[in-house]
T-cell receptor, first 114, second 115 residues
């Protein structure tokens, strides 16, 4: 079945540092890929998405590129801020058969310190 | 429209009691999903509706769980004879008509604690 593997956290960075959170996936079809973010005490928010190979999703300074050859969708940001502290989830939606459920990774907690 | 809403936000119940949660999706979304999230894990899919039809159910959805979406608008998730292992955050999401990327928009969740 479909699965998503994320790097374990917590990841602790200083403000303005470069961020990479690794995500790889296994899917039988041609999935859409997503990053969701969960800030403390809040619900899941869609951060960015990509629907096909080589697509780059971007939002709020975050980027991720859909790499079919390496089945990866790593999240990057050039300069993190304290306000980016949250849990980040990589997810896929396999469009085969209607593209319904999302399959999530276990999440990576990011802590950004001054 | 302010997004997906869920009620109640928190529920504490004793083992063996029944509980019901409600989800109101974004108004123009015809797809509605339920997920369960336990501490330190990502959300796990429970079930999915397109309009009023329940099209898919996870093996996680035991016979104590039932979900409905009677008029294709709001949905309810009922857990009968709750067990301590049911303690989790229950998330609802909706998805717009004709979305080619199948992104889903989540509500704030209902946190269930079974004592």
């Amino acid at each position: 079945g479909d699965s998503v593997t994320q790097m374990e956290g917590p990841v602790t960075l200083s403000e303005e540092a470069f961020l990479t959170i690794n995500c790889t996936y296994t899917a039988t079809g041609y999935p859409s890929l997503f990053w969701y973010v969960q800030y403390p005490g809040e619900g899941l928010q869609l951060l960015l998405k990509a629907t096909k190979a080589d697509d780059k999703g971007s939002n709020k300074g975050f980027e991720a590129t859909y790499r079919k050859e390496t089945t990866s969708f790593h999240l990057e940001k050039g300069s993190v801020q304290v306000s980016d502290s949250a849990v980040y989830f990589c997810a896929l939606s396999d469009r085969t058969g209607g593209g319904n459920k999302l399959t999530f990774g276990t999440g990576t907690q990011l802590k950004v310190e001054l | 429209d302010t997004g997906v809403s869920q009620n109640p936000r928190h529920k504490i119940t004793k083992r063996g009691q029944n509980v019901t949660f409600r989800c109101d999706p974004i108004s123009e979304h015809n797809r509605l999903y339920w997920y369960r999230q336990t501490l330190g894990q990502g959300p796990e899919f429970l079930t999915y509706f397109q309009n009023e039809a329940q099209l898919e159910k996870s093996r996680l959805l035991s016979d104590r769980f039932s979900a409905e979406r009677p008029k294709g608008s709001f949905s309810t998730l009922e857990i009968q004879r709750t067990e301590q292992g049911d303690s989790a955050m229950y998330l609802c999401a909706s998805s717009p008509i004709g979305s080619l990327s199948y992104e889903q928009y989540f509500g704030p969740g209902t946190r269930l604690t079974v004592t």
